[in-house]
């Protein structure tokens, strides 16, 4: 079991920075591929980014590529996400989850994610 807790949102200008972390407290922490999905209102929860043990396997959305850096601090059982030039179209409520680091492909889907935080809500205004 994994428990999963975001931190770090809030409201902020287009064009401003956030970084939003992710505390996982149970098993080990380096045995999980880490990911960032958002969810705005009215739409389906989307993949944001991934990140495997090593740190070296990263992967982004298209719409954030360029824009957010994802990172983990395995001492720290931390996952990061730091998110520049934000726009509106970033308001969303931003998830981590946790998938098995057994995973062979880039787990972009929710459900290849077997651990879910509680959420922390981004709100970005023009």
């Known amino acids: 079991q994994v428990h999963l807790a975001e931190s770090g949102g809030g409201l902020a200008q287009a064009g401003d920075s956030l970084t939003l972390s992710c505390a996982a407290s149970?098993?080990?922490?380096?045995?999980?591929?880490m990911g960032w999905f958002r969810q705005a209102p009215g739409k389906e929860r989307e993949f944001v980014a991934t990140i495997r043990w090593s740190g070296k396997t990263l992967f982004y959305a298209d719409s954030v590529k360029g824009r957010f850096t994802i990172s983990r601090d395995n001492a720290k059982n931390t996952v990061y996400l730091q998110m520049n030039g934000l726009k509106p179209e970033d308001t969303a409520v931003y998830y981590c989850?946790?998938?098995?680091?057994?995973?062979?492909?880039?787990?972009?889907?929710?459900?290849?994610?077997?651990?879910w935080g509680q959420g922390t809500q981004v709100t970005v205004s023009s």
């Open positions: 989850a946790a998938a098995p680091s057994t995973i062979a492909t880039i787990p972009l889907r929710s459900d290849e994610y077997d651990y």
């Open positions: 149970g098993r080990t922490f380096s045995m999980y591929v």
